[in-house]
């Protein structure tokens, strides 16, 4: 089945940058969109960015002008770019794929901590 694998969580400094990557696999065809959530537990989940397949990219306001989201057809793979890291950013990011059919597909998640 399809598989989404995030990458690159990390323990970083505030003002610190990281840069996550989700690897997808299986049969996902198709793909309307990409985006990366990221959730506290006890929290909503929040959409960080996303990016529609041939459109441009949205940002949350809380992130907007630190994170950059860009992906990679050939290889398979969405990217977040993440700079000025500041202690709120501290979550799970999780990367989803919209495909044609409104199907979503998740992966485990990867978790970045922004801590002195």
């Known amino acids: 089945q399809v598989q989404l694998v995030e990458s690159g969580g990390d323990l970083v400094q505030p003002g610190g940058s990281l840069r996550l990557s989700c690897a997808i696999s299986g049969n996902i065809f198709k793909i309307n969109s990409m985006s990366w959530y990221r959730h506290i537990p006890g929290k909503e989940r929040e959409l960080v960015a996303t990016?529609?397949?041939?459109?441009?990219?949205s940002y949350a306001d809380s992130v907007k002008g630190r994170f950059t989201i860009s992906r990679d057809p050939a290889k398979r793979t969405v990217s977040l770019q993440m700079n000025n890291l500041k202690p709120e950013d501290t979550a799970l990011y999780y990367c989803?794929?919209?495909?044609?059919?409104?199907?979503?597909?998740w992966g485990q998640g990867t978790q970045v901590t922004v801590s002195s």
């Open positions: 989803r794929a919209d495909d044609r059919g409104s199907r979503q597909f």
């Open positions: 990016l529609p397949n041939g459109g441009t990219a």
